[in-house]
Nanobody, 119 residues
Framework: QVQLVESGGGLVQPGGSLRLSCAAS????????MGWYRQAPGKQRDMVAV???????NYADFVKGRFTISGDNAKKTVYLQMNSLKPEDTAVYYC?????????????WGQGTQVTVSS
């Protein structure tokens, strides 16, 4: 019952910046965690950054100091500000949301947005 739509991906030169957005719709009141994962061809899908409803932030080591996650808890919208982008940041970036109803948890994924860092 939750749909996630990403936007903001594109082509950027090394050292450049992009801002990704993810808007959740549906049963958004049940969402307690949102974040971003990424997956490059032939690689596993890795966590990039997550933000919890209480404001707790968690970043992957490879983006600390360069990426910033933020969100609007009321609107269940999450952003990823990406600075100092490197070619190895090239990947499909997926928005994700975790829902909890009692002890049962559900995970929703967006369709992904392509980020390409190349000169």
């Amino acid at each position: 019952q939750v749909q996630l739509v990403e936007s903001g991906g594109g082509l950027v030169q090394p050292g450049g910046s992009l801002r990704l957005s993810c808007a959740a719709s549906g049963s958004i009141s049940s969402i307690y965690v949102m974040g971003w994962y990424r997956q490059a061809p032939g690689k596993q899908r890795d966590m990039v950054a997550v933000i919890s409803g209480g404001g707790s932030l968690n970043y992957a080591d490879f983006v600390k100091g360069r990426f910033t996650i933020s969100g609007d808890n009321a609107k269940k919208t999450v952003y990823l500000q990406m600075n100092s982008l490197k070619p190895e940041d090239t990947a499909v970036y997926y928005c994700y949301a975790r829902r909890r109803t009692g002890a049962v948890e559900y995970v929703a994924w967006g369709q992904g947005t392509q980020v390409t860092v190349s000169s």
